[in-house]
């Protein structure tokens, strides 16, 4: 199984591993792709008002500016580690023992605008660029990496479930995968979907995942995984509903 996790625009700065080394991520076939974005990163990062205007910052991002000018050099850490927010502050893979952090190595994938998926291991440094963004020289993040990608995540024998936001999910669209959508249903039986509560849940659901590590190779051993853990898990088409606390 592979887990496709959408990125996070909020991250922790700073880490304690070596430089950025593209050659060691995995999906090592969107080399090329990450390094023509690099380069355009870093150039944009030659004109800060430039890049604020780009990447539509803010004064108060100052650090975001000062991250991409680094981005070769600045210190690594795991990119599960890297970011923050809902999902990522409920997975809380920091806590996680070291059999469950070398699950999510193996079966989880981050996507990102800049590089593209990487493992939740890969060491990545901080940086500040989202689906939306368009770097100078290259053409619209989805041209830029969606067919490369669509084929480096594509083996045609792991069951993908694809965890990503929509916009993330058009970077690498991978035929053939399930993919989730966080709802709840309410009190006149609709059901809706979700914001806040479908980060947490997604991020739950990871570290559930990566806590008891089963072998599931399809949607039914999903589901069936699924009801013995807490998860409710319905199918709507190709898409299978997670229900929210």
Do not use: C
């Not at 990522?88 to 469950?100: E, F, N, P, V």
């Not at 901080?126 to 963004?133: D, E, I, K, P, V």
């Not at 995942?209 to 599931?216: D, G, H, N, Q």
């Amino acid at each position: 199984m592979l887990l496709l996790l959408p990125p996070s625009e909020s991250k922790r700065l700073g880490g304690s591993g070596a430089p950025l080394d593209v050659s060691v991520l995995a999906f090592s076939a969107l080399a090329p792709l990450r390094e023509r974005a690099l380069d355009a990163l870093v150039a944009l990062s030659a004109d800060p008002v430039e890049m604020a205007r780009v990447l539509k910052l803010t004064p108060r991002q100052a650090d975001d500016v000062e991250a991409n000018r680094v981005v070769r050099t600045a210190a690594t850490m795991p990119a599960v580690d890297r970011f923050t927010g809902v999902l990522y502050d409920a997975l809380d893979a920091g806590s996680l023992d070291g059999r469950a952090r070398a699950w999510l190595g193996a079966h989880a994938a981050i996507q990102t605008a800049l590089l593209g998926p990487v493992s939740a291991l890969d060491p990545i440094p901080a940086f500040r660029l989202s689906a939306g963004h368009r770097l100078p020289g290259l053409p619209p993040a989805k041209r830029h990496w969606a067919d490369d990608t669509a084929r480096a995540l594509t083996d045609g024998s792991t069951f993908v479930v694809d965890l990503r936001s929509e916009a993330y999910r058009a970077l690498g669209p991978v035929p053939g995968s399930v993919y989730v959508r966080v709802v709840a249903a309410g009190e006149d039986g609709a059901v809706r979907a979700l914001n806040h509560f479908n980060k947490k849940a997604k991020g739950q659901l990871v570290r559930a995942l990566a806590s008891t590590r089963p072998e599931i190779g399809s949607v039914g051993a999903l589901e069936e995984w699924g009801a013995a853990a807490g998860f409710v898990f319905e199918r709507a088409g190709d898409d299978l509903l997670l229900f929210a606390e």
